[in-house]
């Protein structure tokens, strides 16, 4: 785990970040990007609870066909797999990279080179996946890459543990913000992500997305250009913790908030050590979620097949996309 210190990675000269704005640079010298508050300086090669350095690491760069309809389109989406992650949970699908951090340091500008390959390759949009704790370098790598003709909308995709102080320096350039809202429960939270006050930050943090892009906006083929939709994963066991966050939603964003209810959930990593959350989800846990949905009057949101539960669904962390850019993470 690195929750500690780590051998310091001293980012080269033409790494990008000397180009950041001073603010954004200065949020990596004691970092507070997100709620963990660790303090560390990752420029110095510090790492925090999310074992991020200073440079953003990257798994996969790919065409990605299972999102949202209104997200992945014909052509599909343009994902961004970041390294490392500030939330961790137990049953994370992605855990090679999320917990394991496997991926390859990329400078600011080879991050923006990776967003102008997915636009010539037709993604629908740019998809930075799991984000947070690389805000920063993020932020600055969207820049240089619309200054280098990048059009197509930004897709940030979060698990919403995140202060909206720091979201604040995306303002203006994420087009749609797709947060997680995980759980009401703070044991939940505590339980499966060490972070029991996660429902109270990811619900401050998605009033800030809304706040910055406002209602839903869709191109006239169905893709989703401006707004946020919000994913929720239904645990097993957990509906009545699933009607609470759909509770909250109800009654603190409009009623055309769009929200996908998902039934993916598969008990992998550490699930084991969980034996409540150690099985698959219920088509009755689901539909009793989604019967909820309906009843509290929301209107727009996007629902899964049970045969969503299939772990092949998992992309394969490969470093595709990455090709000639970057170095092997340590
Ligand atoms: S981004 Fe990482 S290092 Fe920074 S506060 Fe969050 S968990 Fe800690």
Redesign the pocket.
């Known amino acids: 785990m690195s929750n500690g210190r780590r051998a310091a990675i001293h980012p080269a000269p033409d790494a990008g970040l000397d180009d950041m704005p001073e603010p954004l640079l200065s949020m990596?010298q004691s970092?507070?990007?997100?709620?963990?508050?660790?303090?560390?300086n990752?420029l110095a090669g510090?790492?925090?609870?999310?074992?991020?350095g200073a440079l953003p690491r990257v798994a996969l760069a790919s065409l990605h066909h299972w999102e949202e309809p209104c997200i992945s389109g014909a052509r599909g989406s343009g994902t961004v797999f970041f390294s490392?992650c500030?939330l961790r949970c137990v049953f994370c699908q992605n855990h090679d990279i999320s917990h394991g951090g496997s991926g390859k340091d990329l400078t600011v500008p080879e991050l923006a080179q990776v967003f102008l390959r997915l636009a010539q390759k037709g993604a629908h949009n740019i998809n930075l996946v799991t984000p947070?704790?690389?805000?920063p370098q993020v932020a600055s790598a969207i820049r240089l890459a619309k200054d280098q003709g990048l059009a197509i909308p930004i897709v940030y995709n979060t698990n919403a543990?995140e202060l909206p102080e720091s979201l604040a320096r995306l303002e203006g350039l994420v087009d749609v913000y797709l947060p997680d809202l995980k759980y009401h429960s703070e044991r939940a939270a505590g339980r499966y992500s060490s972070a029991r006050d996660y429902f109270a930050q990811a619900t401050r943090a998605i009033l800030e997305m809304h706040r910055q892009v406002g209602p839903a906006r869709f191109s006239p083929d169905g893709l989703m250009t401006r707004g946020v939709l919000i994913r929720h994963l239904v645990l097993p066991g957990h509906a009545d913790d699933s009607k609470r966050v759909l509770d909250w939603i109800r009654a603190n964003l409009p009623r055309d908030t769009y929200v996908s209810v998902m039934s993916q959930y598969v008990p992998v990593h550490l699930a084991a050590k969980h034996p409540e959350i150690n099985r698959r989800l219920t088509q009755d846990e689901y539909e009793e979620v989604l019967d909820h949905f309906d009843e509290i009057g929301l209107e727009n949101g996007f629902m899964q097949d049970p045969s969503s539960q299939d772990s092949s669904f998992t992309p394969k962390f490969d470093l595709s996309g990455l090709e000639g850019l970057g170095q092997l993470g340590k």
């Open positions: 990596l970092c507070r990007l997100c709620p963990r508050a660790c303090g560390r990752r510090e790492t925090g609870f999310c074992g991020a490392h500030n947070a704790h690389f805000l543990y």
